[in-house]
T-cell receptor
């Protein structure tokens, strides 16, 4: 089946630093990828839709200057958490459709801990 | 605004038991519904996808049903095993192609 690779799986950083998370579709091309955030025992919340070659579409309440998304190729989307603070500590997951409207394939997630 | 509810939040059963996980959603105008499995600290694995025109899907010991008009879906797990222990999330795709997730049901199957 389709594979979505997400890296790194875990990152610990100091407050004020920026962290980049990569999401790759390994065996298919994804014009659209999705970035989610998940707090413990909570549901996944869609942060933004990453569109290849154009600007990402952010959900209401998500700061686009805080969470920078770049989708420069059909197989790679990156999420950069800029000037991270402890409240940004969360589990971030990306996903992509193999075929639009069909199953979503998810990366393995990135646990971000900001000290 | 679509809301997806999964109750209870946690469930513990003995091995071998057949069980049903419930999911309800408020807006019946959905494109499809998916059930996912999430292991601790991991991403999601899609288990079953039911298109809005379908009523159920089966994969191995799993069977998912969809009653769109009443806003309900169930995931049936037959002959549960300790390896089935995980969090099960349901999510609906709306007309805007966005997924709305429930909070999940954490299942523990006791040997």
């Amino acid at each position: 089946g389709a594979v979505v690779s997400q890296h790194p799986s875990r990152v610990i950083c100091k407050s004020g630093t920026s962290v980049k998370i990569e999401c790759r579709s390994l065996d298919f091309q994804a014009t659209t990828m999705f970035w989610y955030r998940q707090f413990p025992k909570q549901s996944l919340m869609l942060m933004a839709t990453s569109n290849e070659g154009s600007k990402a579409t952010y959900e209401q309440g998500v700061e686009k200057d805080k969470f920078l998304i770049n989708h420069a190729s059909l197989t790679l989307s990156t999420l950069t958490v800029t000037s991270a603070h402890p409240e940004d500590s969360s589990f971030y997951i990306c996903s992509a459709h193999l075929i639009v409207g069909e199953k979503l394939f998810f990366g393995s997630g990135t646990q971000l801990s900001v000290l | 605004k679509q809301e997806v509810t999964q109750i209870p939040a946690a469930l513990s059963v003995p091995e071998g038991e057949n069980l049903v996980l419930n999911c309800s959603f408020t807006d019946s105008a959905i494109y499809n519904l998916q059930w996912f499995r999430q292991d601790p600290g991991k991403g999601l694995t899609s288990l079953l996808l039911i298109q809005s025109s379908q009523r159920e899907q089966t994969s191995g010991r799993l069977n998912a049903s969809l009653d769109k008009s009443s806003g309900r879906s169930t995931l049936y797990i037959a002959a549960s095993q300790p390896g089935d222990s995980a969090t099960y999330l349901c999510a609906v795709t709306g007309a805007n192609s966005k997924l709305t997730f429930g909070k999940g049901i954490t299942l523990s199957v006791r040997p």
